[in-house]
């Protein structure tokens, strides 16, 4: 579709009224979103307002609706829950409490909304949108208002941000806290796995999700749990027997340690609860085994928001402002929310409508509807961790007689290794033997390779690095020797995960297909990489874990200063010459500035950043904080940029530099990089049994087109299969990055929240979507 850039800078909310307040449960990443929708509202020149206390505050009006400046939101962007806090309001569902609202309203000239919270608050939202003429009118009545009031304020316009751990409502793959509630579960099983592993303990855990069972599912299939309870899915009629026979052949596969997870909302078929409590008594009087109860309860929704909730709240916060600005009285009430890594606007009673549908679905008994309802996003993650989590017979699994080899190339990336457990899983359900190749492909030219196992695999998506080892190696050198490896140990496919090398590795050895028959076999990459630089994808394995680990820094680092006052860090992050990592940290952790090879800058950009910090050390937010990706400029290094900013900054604010270094590339993977990689992975299995059958003919595997090489990756709003010969022209393999990458159009956002005048492409957004038209692949934000 190739249409003119739509700029924002034309949309004035000069005139204008925002209110922004946030409802029902706390989220994690709420305060991202306040803060977005502060000063996006204020960059356009309209005036903003914090209700404080949910619709509480909006009836109660007095101090409850404040006018807001730039500084009101400064420091908020790492803090849990909500700053303006939130109530559950019952005189706001009453039509005389929401008269008083209304008046509270047109008496500041408010008639934009902006709307964080739940399913039940953005309903409360929509029926007073719909009202608002008549309360107008009635006010006028009563004398509360004059006639003219009424006419200028004759439209309140709503936009919804779902906020909810639950990640209980349709039409977003992921809503704000989701992704932090996540986190918070799987540090608790990392944590008791180490206790239970010493003791061969079970544990019960159980997570929160009275209607939803996204939360225990997604982190079921992250820490590889044996079993797992959601109200979406009750498992069948005698389902005790099938679980203790699960559990006790887990025990006499010599596995020290189980794990159970329950939704609070758990049910069986019969729709009664299964509580936490019930499957602990049954495993103790059934196995005998010393069992325990953990429920995580509020711990979930507490702690600081993630890279990911940080990053997508923002977003959500500037497009709420866009939408706010361009709505017309007939345009419904929408919600902003995320499909792929693409911001949509969807009309909020479809929204709802769909989520209880779902309800409707369970309370009836049409459990698979449920499912389906839920979205595809949802499906997979429940028909994924199915397939991994309980090993069929040997004598119910078919046989193919295809070897399938797995290697990691590159450097090492979290996620890695839950890549390599789902392949193998997956290989093996498909039939097929599966050989480990040791230290990529230096590995497979000395004969590093023996035949992996179901059990070999088990534990190991909480596990960062990689454990099969990792060389930057191509294949170029060796092909004789992985050629002869490939013909000794009768390979017919490969899956290869890792970075810039994984690809290049693949290229050449489909460049050498003419010379080398072996290689004319399936080959598929997976891409894993902390730097992101991957053609052919919009995110790579390892990305969001290295990004949380350069946000935790960066918090930590800013708090630093703000006890010593005027200062300003300058901070080193790894991404080769991708600038994804300095981009992205630097919008998830309110940074100043970020230098990156990919946006030229030169002395004068210096400089006016500089100037730009001596003018905020004059305001309340006396620090700053500068990203620098490593290979942004050779000449202008990080520490030519802190002699600099030393030097021009003197009697106003004094210097620090900070390198990150490997601490990236390290720690557990997130709960987003285990997901993605099971995902992802388990699909890349699939197209080889695919293409094994496709390409086996007179007794052997010949494959020798273009698509039997391909790369999986996540392009907007899908995972695809490329093949690697045509993204050779999309790339530049002499910085070895991409020739073109989405996130650069997020760029203008981060400068916009630290208060640069700069161009906002908003081509993408304004489209009001329908809920049923959205492809709910995206595997991306929904893990």
Known sequence: MDHQPKFFENLSGAGKAIAVLTSGGDAQGMNAAVRAVVRMGIYVNAKVYFIYEGYQGMVDGGDNIVEVSWESVSSILQVGGTVIGSARCKP????????????????????????????GSLTGANLFREEWSGLLEELAQKGKIDAEAVKKYAYLNIVGMVGSIDNDFCGTDMTIGTDSALHRIIEVVDAIMTTAQSHQRTFVLEVMGRHCGYLALVSALACGADWVFIPEYPPEEGWEDTMCVKLSENRARKKRLNIIIVAEGAIDCHNKPITSEKVKDLVVQRLGFDTRVTILGH?????????????????????????????????????VSLSGNQAVRLPLMECVQMTQEVQKAMDEGRFLEAVRLRGRSFENNLNTYKLLSHKRPDAELPKTNFNVAVLNVGAPAAGMNAAVRAAVRVGITEGHKIFAVIDGFEGFARGKI???????????????????????TL???????IAEQMRTNNINALMVIGGFEAFESCLQLYEARASFEEFRVPMCVVPATISNNVPGTDYSLGTDTALNAIVETCDRIKQSASGTKRRVFIIETMGGYCGYLANMGALAAGADAAYIFEEQFDIRELQANVEHLTEKMKTSIQRGLVLRNENCNENYT??????????????????????LGHMQQGGAPSPFDRNFGTKISAKAMQWISKKLKETYRKGKVFANTDDSVCLLGMRRRNLVFQPVAELKSETDFVHRIPKEQWWLKLRPLMKILAKYKTSYDVSDSGQLEHVAMLPKEAETGAI
């Open 92 to 119: 706001f569902r009453t039509r005389e409490g929401r008269l008083h609202a209304a008046l509270n309203l047109v008496q500041r000239g408010i008639t934009n909304l902006c709307v964080i919270g739940g399913d």
């Open 299 to 335: 711990v979930q929704r507490g702690g600081t928001p993630s890279a990911f909730d940080r990053i997508l709240a923002s977003r959500m916060g500037v497009e709420a402002v866009l939408a706010l600005l361009e709505a017309t009285p007939d345009t419904p009430a929408c919600v």
């Open 450 to 472: 023996k035949e992996i196992s179901w059990g070999d695999v088990g534990g190991w998506t909480g596990q960062g690095g990689s454990i099969l080892g990792t060389k930057r």
């Open 475 to 481: 294949p170029a050198k060796y092909l004789e020797k």
């Open 638 to 659: 990080t520490d030519f940029i802190y002699q600099l900013y030393s030097e021009e900054g003197k009697g106003v604010f004094d210097c620090r530099k900070n390198v």
